[in-house]
C-alpha cells in the first residue's frame, strides 16, 4: 500500500468548492484557440451564404475550416473536444439545411440544444441534482468510485444551484435570441448570435459565476470520509 503525498494532501485540505469550480470552467471554455476553433466554421459558412446565397457551397466551406482546424490540432497537439464538437454541429447543420434546402435550419439545432439544455438546468436545479456540481466531480480521482458523493454535501449543492441559474439564464438568452431570428429567417444575423451568444457569452456567465465564487469558502469533502 503506498502512502499517500502529504503535500497533494495539504493541497487538498485546503482546496475549495470555488476553486475546483473556476478550475473546471476555464477548462470547459477551451481558451482563445478553442473559441476560435467553434466560431470559425459558424463565420465561414454565414460569408460564403451572403456571397453565394446558397445552402450547399456554405455547408462545404464550413466543413472545408473545421477539417482545415483538425489538421492544424493534430500538428500541433492538444485536445480535438472544441475542433471536434464544430465537426459534429456541421454534420447537423448540413442535415437540416440541405434537407429544407433554407440556410437558416442550419441554426436550428443549436437552438433546440439551447432548449434542452435549459429544460435541463432547470431539472437538475428542481430534483437537487444541480448540472454544476458534476463538473466538481469531472475529472476529479478522489471520485472516481463515488461519482454522487457530492450531493451529500449540502452547502456545495447549495453553491453549484446557485451557478446552475447562469446556465439556465444564459440558454434562456440564446433561445429568446435566435428563435425569432430563425423564424425571420435573418440568416446573417443568426450568424452573429450564434458566435456571439457562444464563446463570449460563456465566458461572461464565467465571470458572473467567478464573482458568486470570489467570497465563497466551501471545502471540498473527500467523498471517501461521507459514507
Given at each position: 500500500?503506498?502512502?499517500?503525498?502529504?503535500?497533494?494532501?495539504?493541497?487538498?485540505?485546503?482546496?475549495?468548492?470555488?476553486?475546483?469550480?473556476?478550475?473546471?470552467?476555464?477548462?470547459?471554455?477551451?481558451?482563445?484557440?478553442?473559441?476560435?476553433?467553434?466560431?470559425?466554421?459558424?463565420?465561414?459558412?454565414?460569408?460564403?451564404?451572403?456571397?453565394?446565397?446558397?445552402?450547399?457551397?456554405?455547408?462545404?466551406?464550413?466543413?472545408?475550416?473545421?477539417?482545415?482546424?483538425?489538421?492544424?490540432?493534430?500538428?500541433?497537439?492538444?485536445?480535438?473536444?472544441?475542433?471536434?464538437?464544430?465537426?459534429?454541429?456541421?454534420?447537423?447543420?448540413?442535415?437540416?439545411?440541405?434537407?429544407?434546402?433554407?440556410?437558416?435550419?442550419?441554426?436550428?439545432?443549436?437552438?433546440?440544444?439551447?432548449?434542452?439544455?435549459?429544460?435541463l438546468a432547470l431539472v437538475s436545479i428542481v430534483t437537487r441534482w444541480p448540472m454544476i456540481g458534476f463538473?466538481?466531480?469531472?475529472?476529479?480521482?478522489?471520485?472516481?468510485?463515488?461519482?454522487?458523493?457530492?450531493?451529500?454535501?449540502?452547502?456545495?449543492?447549495?453553491?453549484?444551484?446557485?451557478?446552475?441559474?447562469?446556465?439556465?439564464?444564459?440558454?434562456?438568452?440564446?433561445?429568446?435570441?435566435?428563435?425569432?431570428?430563425?423564424?425571420?429567417?435573418?440568416?446573417?444575423?443568426?450568424?452573429?448570435?450564434?458566435?456571439?451568444?457562444g464563446w463570449p457569452a460563456y465566458l461572461i456567465a464565467v465571470l458572473v459565476m467567478g464573482i458568486m465564487?470570489?467570497?465563497?469558502?466551501?471545502?471540498?469533502?473527500?467523498?471517501?470520509t461521507e459514507e
Amino acid at each position: 500500500m503506498s502512502e499517500a503525498d502529504p503535500a497533494a494532501e495539504e493541497v487538498r485540505a485546503v482546496q475549495t468548492v470555488e476553486a475546483v469550480i473556476r478550475s473546471r470552467l476555464s477548462e470547459l471554455l477551451g481558451g482563445w484557440y478553442g473559441s476560435i476553433e467553434t466560431a470559425l466554421p459558424t463565420a465561414v459558412f454565414v460569408v460564403v451564404w451572403l456571397w453565394r446565397d446558397e445552402v450547399r457551397p456554405a455547408l462545404l466551406a464550413a466543413a472545408a475550416i473545421t477539417l482545415i482546424l483538425i489538421g492544424v490540432r493534430l500538428a500541433i497537439g492538444g485536445s480535438l473536444r472544441y475542433v471536434l464538437s464544430s465537426l459534429v454541429g456541421i454534420a447537423l447543420a448540413a442535415f437540416f439545411a440541405l434537407r429544407s434546402g433554407n440556410a437558416q435550419d442550419a441554426f436550428l439545432p443549436g437552438i433546440l440544444a439551447s432548449m434542452g439544455y435549459g429544460v435541463l438546468a432547470l431539472v437538475s436545479i428542481v430534483t437537487r441534482w444541480p448540472m454544476i456540481g458534476f463538473l466538481v466531480a469531472a475529472g476529479d480521482p478522489h471520485y472516481a468510485e463515488h461519482p454522487t458523493a457530492w450531493r451529500r454535501d449540502a452547502p456545495l449543492v447549495a453553491v453549484c444551484a446557485r451557478l446552475t441559474w447562469v446556465l439556465a439564464a444564459l440558454f434562456a438568452i440564446r433561445v429568446a435570441i435566435m428563435l425569432p431570428l430563425y423564424l425571420a429567417a435573418e440568416v446573417a444575423w443568426l450568424g452573429v448570435a450564434k458566435i456571439t451568444l457562444g464563446w463570449p457569452a460563456y465566458l461572461i456567465a464565467v465571470l458572473v459565476m467567478g464573482i458568486m465564487l470570489t467570497t465563497g469558502r466551501t471545502p471540498v469533502q473527500d467523498p471517501a470520509t461521507e459514507e
